[in-house]
């Protein structure tokens, strides 16, 4: 299973928080890497190309450029999780994607009350989020 990334920011101190699909943070020290692989160098000279970093093409990983990036399980395994006030909320996007099913599937069960609105589920804007509890309390353990 890929830990897929949602987004990246760059912190103080040579830092990434990671926000992965599954509704988990976690914070990796990018420090170690300076000593480990000469590349990494780089960022610890340039604030400028350390603060670039992106999600990469699909959520497989961060880049900051063609030489230098991360995979999303080097992120997930060696960074430290930490608690936000998101933390297992899951786009119905993503939510579909890891359980296998149909956004039909999950805005049926809305509908028929199995999901409650402002309980399981919200609304923010155009996009749907569930909780991952409400999803293995119904849908079981992710499909993928």
């Avoid at 994607?97 to 589920?121: C, F, H, M, P």
Wanted: proline fraction near 3%; aromatic fraction near 14%; glycine fraction near 10%.
């Amino acid at each position: 299973m890929f830990h897929k990334i949602k987004s990246v920011n760059a912190l103080p101190d040579h830092r990434l928080c990671v926000f992965f699909s599954e509704g988990v943070t976690k914070l990796y020290d990018v420090k170690p890497l300076f000593e480990k692989w000469g590349a990494f160098r780089a960022l610890k000279d340039s604030p400028e190309l350390f603060h670039s970093v992106a999600v990469g093409e699909g959520g497989y990983g961060v880049v900051w450029n063609d030489e230098l990036d991360l995979s999303c399980d080097e992120l997930y395994f060696g960074g430290a999780e930490v608690q936000t006030p998101f933390d297992g909320l899951i786009a119905f996007s993503d939510a579909t994607q890891l359980w296998g099913l149909n956004e039909s599937t999950l805005r049926k069960a809305i509908s028929y009350g199995k999901l409650v609105n402002g309980v399981d589920v919200c609304k923010f804007g155009k996009q749907w989020v569930i909780s991952r509890k409400a999803m293995e309390r119904e849908y079981g353990a992710p499909a993928s």
